[in-house]
T-cell receptor, first 112, second 111 residues
Framework: SQTIHQWPATLVQPVGSPLSLECTVE??????LYWYRQAAGRGLQLLFY??????ISSEVPQNLSASRPQDRQFILSSKKLLLSDSGFYLC???????????FGSGTQLSVL | GNSVTQMEGPVTLSEEAFLTINCTYT??????LFWYVQYPGEGLQLLLK?????DKGSNKGFEATYRKETTSFHLEKGSVQVSDSAVYFC??????????FGEGTQLTVNP
C-alpha cells in the first residue's frame, strides 16, 4: 500500500505571508495526487489534482497554487495567505487507474 | 453535477447502540460509493466501498448497501464502540480516484 508523508503537522502563519506545504508518496509510481481542504465544520473540498509531473488541475478559484516537480512530490503554495486560507489540508494519492485514496495525516494551518 | 448529502451531525451514542448514518447521492451515471473514516488528528482511511447496485460493502462491523432505487448508501453498525468515535465521510466516484465527498458526520460514542 501507499504511504503519504505530509509536513508540517501544524502551522501558524500571519496574513500576507507565503505558504509551502509538501507531500511525498511512497509505494507507488505515477500516482494521481490530490490536495483537499477541510474547513472547520465543513466537509472536504478538492483544491487541486494531478495526473502527472507538471500537470495540475484546479477545482476552485482561490489564493492557492499547486506544483508537482517530481512524480511523487506535490506542493501546495501561496504567495500571500488570507484569513480564509485557514483549515486542515490533506494530501491524497491513488494508484493510476485506481479508486482508493490514501491520505496523509494532514496539516492544520492557522492564518492569524 | 455530482453531489453527496450526509446526515447532519454530530451524532452521540452510548456504547453498544445501533448506528445509522444516512447518505444519499446525485450523479450523472453509475458511481462507485465509499465510506471513509477520519480518526482524531489523522487523515482519512477507506472504510468500505461498493461498486454497483445491490453490492454490500463491509469492514470492521460496518456495512453499507448500494441502493440505486433510492440513490442511497447508508452506513450501519449493530453495536458501536468508543473506538468508533470519528468523522465519517460518504463519497462517490464516477472516474477513478477523483472523489466527491459529503460534509462528514461526527460520531461520538460514550462508554
Amino acid at each position: 500500500s501507499q504511504t503519504i508523508h505530509q509536513w508540517p503537522a501544524t502551522l501558524v502563519q500571519p496574513v500576507g505571508s507565503p505558504l509551502s506545504l509538501e507531500c511525498t508518496v511512497e509505494g507507488t509510481s505515477n500516482p494521481n495526487l490530490y490536495w483537499y481542504r477541510q474547513a472547520a465544520g465543513r466537509g472536504l473540498q478538492l483544491l487541486f489534482y494531478s495526473v502527472g509531473i507538471g500537470q495540475i488541475s484546479s477545482e476552485v478559484p482561490q489564493n492557492l497554487s499547486a506544483s508537482r516537480p517530481q512524480d511523487r512530490q506535490f506542493i501546495l503554495s501561496s504567495k500571500k495567505l488570507l484569513l480564509s486560507d485557514s483549515g486542515f489540508y490533506l494530501c491524497a494519492s491513488a494508484r493510476e487507474g485506481g479508486e482508493k485514496l490514501f491520505f496523509g495525516s494532514g496539516t492544520q494551518l492557522s492564518v492569524l | 453535477g455530482n453531489s453527496v448529502t450526509q446526515m447532519e451531525g454530530p451524532v452521540t451514542l452510548s456504547e453498544e447502540a445501533f448506528l445509522t448514518i444516512n447518505c444519499t447521492y446525485t450523479a450523472t451515471g453509475y458511481p462507485s460509493l465509499f465510506w471513509y473514516v477520519q480518526y482524531p488528528g489523522e487523515g482519512l482511511q477507506l472504510l468500505l466501498k461498493a461498486t454497483k447496485a445491490d453490492d454490500k460493502g463491509s469492514n470492521k462491523g460496518f456495512e453499507a448497501t448500494y441502493r440505486k432505487e433510492t440513490t442511497s448508501f447508508h452506513l450501519e453498525k449493530g453495536s458501536v464502540q468508543v473506538s468508533d468515535s470519528a468523522v465519517y465521510f460518504c463519497a462517490l466516484s464516477l472516474s477513478g480516484s477523483r472523489l466527491t465527498f459529503g460534509e462528514g458526520t461526527q460520531l461520538t460514542v460514550n462508554p
